[in-house]
């Protein structure tokens, strides 16, 4: 059997901004995706964290006349808060600057040394040192930086560096022998194309800078900040100690990433991997980025939404369940608040909200509140729809197509709905001798709402639990779905879960 253990990861963020939207939409995701395998019954480790070696980072602290480690324990700080107020449950947080981490790279590099996979040349070209990437001419665009319409350095030094164009046919190898290995597709191509041009070996290391890792070998260098980095999926397992924890959780299920940063993950990770001897992520998977009514985000455009302000007005809850609605989670999308408005509005207050709140309060008024346990399967009329929901959603969420996921299972709720109108319980409710028949029209709908309360709750924690709690159920795996029976005793009336929120007043 295989063993049920989880292990997903995010992009570490550089902390000399607070997150944006687009940092949390990524953090939103892979929570999700943690939740919801927490839910199927698998052992989940699901770890964040804060890129700190960074020349940005250093130069932010100076600029504020801080220590750059005191910076960005400040920085971690505030990063915690924002993700504990949007529910993210990660289980470890990991910092470039801990120690357990430094040992893991510096066994890393030594490792990939032993192989014969590092030497030392003369490195001149283009660096940008906001990027803090290399940057090959053939990338520049007037002479600048494309994404920072900025001039880069022109470097000239002794470096280290990995012999990255020795991994060209393995690369190709683990692609083509692993489909799903980077996803979505449209990115597995990508990167297929950029190795077919041909991979050219990278410089690992910086020389006459203090903010970083010394290099095992030579005390002159640190260690480039993006094998820093990388590093961090396995040194949070302790890598490089006879480590359980590594031997469990490695090699990763996924690593969420954003699209920009396919090539560090998708070629230079795999390819250190390989160089070391360990086994390599069993997927990347490249979310799309979010724009704000046509315009892509970003701090240089002025257009970043902050996600403590839509929190304000959804709530963090609704704000997760929109945005991974919204906007697919393996390609792009627009969002404007009045989008985000109208879809919580018909979703979350009408359609799921109502279905609850009149459920309940029928049940109250011609039932006094409790309905019999009784079967929910082939024979009920929710059925049919209901269990194809529960199964198109799932196939959805092992691909990590969160919005499709949620879109395939709504139509039973709305299903529920239009029964509600079909069946008339409170036109039935004065008939006498249909006790029996009301119930079995509200056994139906429980068992309806049990489904979603169930499917929803990695979206929407908090108000999942409430909606369970109200009907009396403690939570199936999402495996075990549609629940076989349903009942309920002793409900009371409620406040509603999902408010409706009032329209922009026009200008
Ligand atoms: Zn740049």
């Known amino acids: 059997m295989a063993e049920k253990r989880y292990y ?19 953090k939103i995701g892979a929570d999700v995706m943690a939740r919801y395998k927490r839910m199927c019954g698998y052992d989940t480790l699901f770890l964040m964290g804060n890129d700190e070696h960074s020349t940005n980072v250093e130069k932010e602290a100076r600029k504020r006349g801080l220590d750059p480690l005191d910076y960005c324990r400040e920085m971690s700080a505030e990063f915690q808060e924002v993700w504990k107020n949007l529910s993210i449950s990660y289980d470890d947080f990991i910092h ?27 490195y001149s070209g283009y660096y940008c040192e906001s990027c803090e990437e290399f940057i090959t001419e053939g990338d520049l665009v007037d002479g600048m930086c494309p994404r920072h319409m900025e001039e880069p350095k022109v470097i000239d030094e002794e470096n280290y560096f990995f012999a990255l164009s020795r991994f060209e046919k393995p690369l190709l190898e683990l692609i083509e022998n692993n489909p799903g290995f980077i996803e979505p597709k449209k990115r597995e191509n990508e990167i297929v194309n950029v190795i077919n041009s041909g991979l050219k070996d990278v410089s690992i290391s910086r020389i006459g800078k203090e903010w970083g890792i010394p290099l095992p070998i030579d005390r002159d260098h640190v260690i480039y900040v993006w094998f820093d ?5 396995i040194s949070a397992l302790g890598y490089g100690e006879d480590h359980p924890r590594y031997r469990k959780y490695w090699p990763a299920d996924v690593h969420v990433i954003g699209k920009d940063i396919t090539r560090f993950h998708c070629i230079i990770w795999p390819a250190m991997l390989m160089a070391a001897g360990e086994p390599v992520p069993r997927r990347v998977f490249a979310h799309g980025f979010l724009s704000l009514s046509g315009e892509k985000m970003s701090k240089t455009r002025g257009n970043v939404l902050d996600p403590e302000e839509l929190e304000k007005l959804f709530g963090a809850e609704a704000l997760r369940y929109l945005l991974l609605r919204e906007v697919p989670f393996d390609g792009d999308g627009d969002i404007s608040i009045e989008i985000l408005k109208n879809r919580y509005n018909t979703e979350l207050a009408n359609e799921l909200g109502n279905l609850l709140s009149r459920t309940a309060s029928m049940i109250v008024k011609y039932l006094g509140g409790s309905v019999p346990e009784g079967p929910f399967g082939n024979g009920s009329v929710l059925y049919p729809e209901t269990a194809q929901g529960v199964e198109r959603f799932r196939e959805y969420m092992e691909q990590m197509r969160f919005s499709r996921a949620l879109g395939a299972f709504w139509p039973a709720i709305q299903r529920a709905n239009k029964y509600i109108e079909e069946t008339k319980p ?15 029209i509200f056994r139906q709908l429980l068992a309806v709402l049990a489904c979603s309360a169930t499917v929803l709750k990695p979206f929407l924690p908090a108000k999942m ?24 005793t002793g409900l009371e009336k409620l406040e509603p879960l999902f408010p409706r929120l009032q329209a922009e007043k026009s200008q």
């Open 8 to 26: 997903i990861t995010t992009a570490i963020d550089y902390v000399n901004q607070k997150p944006h939207l687009g940092t949390a939409y990524e």
């Open 96 to 122: 470039t600057t801990e120690k357990r981490h430094i040992e893991s790279v510096k066994k890393l590099f030594a490792r990939i040394d032993e192989q014969g996979y590092i030497y030392r040349d003369r």
């Open 229 to 233: 980095a990388l590093t961090n999926y």
């Open 426 to 440: 409170w036109e039935l409710a004065r008939k006498d001798g249909s006790r029996d028949k009301l119930e079995e």
């Open 465 to 488: 639990e409430k909606m369970l709690e109200i009907l009396g159920t403690t939570p199936l795996s999402p495996e075990e779905l549609p629940p076989g029976r349903a009942g309920i």
